[in-house]
């Protein structure tokens, strides 16, 4: 069995390895359209009500099969001086979203994630907040998020249990 300080360097070689592949391999394909539009949010009279909509992943074959493996819930409200605060709740379900994969385990648990961002009334995006928890309803974050418009560029702070991933990034 290799040292301890050995041991901790793989797993931190193999979590930035596994956060790069996910980034570059796997979260673009659930980009699949346009952001929302924050100007037509704002200047709504009234917000509409929650929205829940699935989370769905295809599987691959000769007549592509849609499964559902997690939910999110937004809403968005507007504030007295003019602000709208959107949040959203969801849920993945990771055995689910890993079946037919080469990580497909036995086990499932149930990522959450909770969000908000705040946007001015002119349809800007202030600030924001992400956190991501090991089950849909604990407390505890193993990590987060969160962005402030400061001048000209978007000041991002992230914070989890891997210390090199922990910082602040600067983007215009």
Same mark, same amino acid.
């Given at each position: 069995?290799?040292? +301890?300080?050995? /041991? %901790?360097?793989?797993?931190?070689?193999?979590?930035?390895?596994?956060? @790069? %592949? #996910? $980034?570059? &391999?796997?979260?673009?394909? #659930?980009?699949? *359209?346009?952001?929302? &539009?924050?100007?037509?949010?704002?200047?709504?009279?009234?917000?509409?009500?929650? $929205?829940?909509?699935?989370?769905?992943?295809?599987?691959? *074959?000769?007549?592509?099969?849609? +499964?559902?493996?997690?939910?999110?819930? $937004?809403?968005?409200?507007?504030?007295?001086?003019?602000?709208?605060?959107?949040? !959203?709740?969801?849920? %993945?379900? !990771?055995?689910?979203? %890993?079946?037919?994969? @080469?990580?497909? !385990?036995?086990? !499932?648990?149930? =990522?959450?994630?909770?969000?908000? /961002?705040?946007?001015?009334?002119?349809?800007?995006?202030?600030?924001?907040?992400?956190?991501?928890?090991?089950?849909?309803?604990?407390?505890?974050? =193993?990590?987060?998020?969160?962005?402030?418009?400061?001048? &000209?560029?978007?000041?991002?702070?992230?914070? *989890?249990?891997?210390?090199?991933?922990?910082? $602040?990034?600067?983007?215009?």
């Amino acid at each position: 069995m290799p040292h +301890r300080l050995i /041991c %901790l360097a793989i797993l931190l070689f193999w979590s930035i390895a596994a956060g @790069a %592949l #996910f $980034t570059r &391999d796997i979260l673009p394909n #659930f980009l699949i *359209g346009a952001p929302p &539009d924050l100007r037509t949010i704002s200047q709504a009279e009234e917000p509409p009500g929650p $929205t829940r909509w699935s989370i769905l992943a295809a599987d691959e *074959g000769k007549k592509p099969n849609l +499964r559902s493996v997690g939910q999110i819930t $937004t809403e968005s409200r507007k504030k007295r001086d003019g602000w709208v605060r959107m949040t !959203s709740n969801a849920w %993945l379900d !990771s055995g689910e979203l %890993l079946r037919g994969t @080469a990580f497909e !385990s036995a086990d !499932s648990e149930r =990522i959450g994630v909770v969000g908000s /961002c705040e946007i001015d009334g002119s349809g800007n995006l202030q600030n924001f907040r992400v956190g991501v928890r090991l089950d849909d309803r604990a407390k505890q974050e =193993i990590l987060s998020l969160e962005g402030r418009l400061k001048k &000209d560029n978007l000041e991002i702070i992230s914070r *989890g249990p891997i210390p090199l991933l922990n910082g $602040t990034q600067s983007l215009p």
